[in-house]
């Protein structure tokens, strides 16, 4: 695997060269949109005013500030508000790692030893790892700054990106009812069945998505069968130019 980022993980005078990997991956059961005919399709970019698909370059953001009122954003003015370019995780201090509440996690990451940094790594993710601490950090990727929390696994770093608070909702904000007082012989009850089931640990290789199990299970057999498999022939013309929304955000992240 090619690592999603490079950069240098750094506190005071310490700095550890590392490596980024994603620690989820794609789903092997996602499906494609097809025609009538079976040709796959593609996304674009489509004015309901003009009736016309636009070209990148016709492309402009805003944002709405009521409903159908757009104050636009140019790139210029994307390019000027963009955190300033760095390759280092800037960690800033060490918490405990059970005082950070698991909502506020978004994605996780890998993180590994590059260029010699063994020993040093190997050195912070055992002191982590002993104290039972985790680490605060911020860093740029892609022309955005996250932060993140980073744990030590068994002497793996991992880094969770977090979500800021206002992008959180409370319980306060659900309109859940008051906590009433339960009676003690239903909370013993609860508290058998609970038991009943509890494991020592927790065994995440069993785990297993049936959903897209059966899905996959479906596919084969009908693929077996030959009746509901199509089959697109390709003509030799010059391809349509399609708007590439992965590139589109990815300049717009970028301020470019």
């Not at 790692?97 to 590059?114: A, K, N, Q, W």
């Not at 955005?144 to 030590?152: P, T």
């Not at 899905?215 to 199509?230: D, E, I, P, S, Y």
């Amino acid at each position: 695997m090619r690592p999603f980022w490079s950069g240098t993980l750094t506190f005071g005078l310490v700095s550890v060269p590392v490596n980024l990997f994603p620690a989820n991956k794609s789903s092997r059961t996602a499906l494609r949109l097809l025609g009538d005919e079976g040709a796959p399709l593609a996304r674009r970019y489509y004015s309901q005013k003009t009736e016309k698909d636009l070209d990148a370059d016709e492309l402009v953001r805003g944002y709405e500030i009521e409903k159908g009122k757009y104050v636009v954003v140019t790139d210029e003015e994307l390019d000027r508000l963009a955190p300033e370019k760095s390759r280092d995780i800037d960690l800033r201090r060490f918490v405990k790692e059970d005082s950070i509440p698991p909502v506020h996690f978004e994605r996780g990451y890998f993180l590994t030893p590059e260029g010699g940094s063994e020993k040093a790594y190997k050195l912070l993710a055992e002191t982590m790892e002993k104290n039972g601490l985790a680490g605060l950090a911020t860093f740029v990727m892609r022309g955005k700054e996250y932060l993140v929390a980073i744990f030590s696994d068994h002497g793996i770093l991992r880094a969770e990106t977090m979500r800021f608070a206002d992008e959180l909702r409370s319980p306060e904000d659900l309109g859940l009812p008051k906590k009433k007082k339960i009676p003690a012989a239903t909370v013993r009850k609860f508290e058998k069945l609970i038991d009943s089931k509890a494991k020592k640990s927790f065994a995440g290789a069993k785990l297993h998505d049936e959903q897209a199990e059966a899905l996959l299970k479906l596919v084969k057999k009908k693929a077996k069968k030959r009746g509901n498999v199509v089959q697109v022939e390709t003509e030799e013309r010059e391809p349509a130019k399609v708007i590439d929304l992965v590139a589109v955000l990815k300049k717009s992240l970028a301020g470019k």
